[in-house]
């Protein structure tokens, strides 16, 4: 075995999402050869990559039909998370990918979705961090299991006073609710509102991360204008529920965010409460809201599906308890969350690697 032939069998390994072979993308490094063992790290797009599996599986199989048979194959997995900032980098310098889940009406479970997503992110090797941008009604302390708790002041490099985002369940956490009493009303017209949103992105150390999750107040305004004129926003995801009156809201969320003074690519559209499945009935699915009514929104408008999130009670509990489901122990509901966020980084890898909306509609 020697170094080329195994660069020749890995160049017929394709990675899934890019369409393109792992030698070509410049994915594989550090190959070893000894005897009959060999082994070699393949760099993913994410440390959360949905395929890693996939991917090492199609190594060693390259390899021992093209190579040797007896080869014993060790695939190993690094990561760089790849990003498609081309701003000066003045503004949150160190977060590659900055996600806004956004709702055109409240009550879809918007907040619950943002927490989740931003956890199962997480759990699959991300540095992640979660700003609460619902200035009017934060719901980060409660959902986390914070609340009274106070961030710290530092001084960071040059910068003075800087605001360190708590942490919890490995992720880093902002929100207004953690600065001021939660029992005092936040009555703040529009230009307060957005000098706060400016404050949570210049004067709070995210420092390194890969994904920030920014969890939008509801509906179109002031505050989303103010975010995707501050921040180089990778693309939103949107949250509806199946009935009627959630989606005709969901569609000028939709149509805002193709406007050119805004012009943020959509990653998707994810279906929150989309059935309820009773604890004591797994297997059973009754569609309370209605049926796949964010599935052919999807579709009318041309978005990526990124999946059904269950109505199910221990959702609920644990946003209350201030330990999201994402840390319980529901499969059901996890694995729900899964495989949106999986769908949800594998949209995003694409569209870093500018692949166009075909393309990527056709792979989720």
């Avoid at 103010?226 to 995801?237: A, I, K």
């Avoid at 989309?274 to 809201?289: M, N, Q, V, W």
Wanted: charge should be negative; glycine fraction near 10%.
């Amino acid at each position: 075995m020697t170094t080329e032939k195994i660069l020749e069998a890995l160049s017929n390994v394709q990675e899934p999402d890019l369409g393109k072979d792992l030698v070509t993308l410049n994915m594989i490094k550090d190959i070893e050869i000894s005897g009959n063992n060999v082994s070699f790290t393949v760099i993913l797009t994410t440390p959360a990559c949905p395929l890693k599996d996939m991917i090492g599986n199609a190594c060693v199989n390259a390899i021992k039909l093209l190579v040797n048979k007896d080869a014993v194959v060790k695939v190993n997995f690094t990561s760089n998370t790849t990003t498609k900032r081309t701003d000066p980098g003045s503004v949150l310098p160190k977060v590659k990918n900055i996600i806004a889940v956004v709702s055109g009406k409240g009550g879809v479970g918007k907040s619950t979705v943002a927490a989740n997503l931003a956890l199962a992110l997480s759990q699959g090797g991300a540095k992640v961090g979660l700003m609460d941008a619902d200035i009017y009604g934060p719901s980060v302390p409660i959902m986390f299991g914070v609340r009274g708790e106070r961030p710290m002041m530092m001084d960071v490099g040059g910068d003075k006073g800087m605001i360190v985002p708590l942490e919890r369940f490995g992720i880093k956490l902002m929100s207004i609710g953690l600065l001021v009493d939660e029992k005092s009303a936040v009555v703040w017209r529009g230009p307060m509102a957005s000098s706060a949103i400016r404050q949570f992105v210049t004067d709070v150390f995210w420092d390194e991360l890969d994904y920030l999750v920014i969890d939008m107040p509801p509906g179109t305004g002031d505050i989303h204008l103010t975010l995707v004129q501050t921040v180089p926003v990778t693309g939103v995801v949107i949250v509806t529920t199946p009935q009627d009156v959630a989606l005709a809201d969901a569609k000028k969320g939709i149509a805002m965010f193709g406007q050119a003074q805004v012009n943020v690519p959509i990653i998707g559209l994810v279906e929150n409460m989309s059935y309820f499945t009773p604890a004591e009935l797994p297997d059973h699915r009754y569609y309370i809201f209605g049926k796949e009514g964010g599935k052919r929104l999807a579709e009318e408008y041309d978005l990526p599906f990124l999946g059904q999130i269950p109505l199910v009670q221990s959702i609920r509990e644990g946003g209350d308890l201030g330990i999201p489901v994402m840390m319980g122990d529901d499969a059901i509901s996890k694995k729900a969350f899964e495989d949106f966020a999986a769908t949800t980084i594998r949209s995003i890898a694409m569209r870093n690697a500018s692949l166009n909306k075909e393309k990527i509609m056709q792979t989720i």
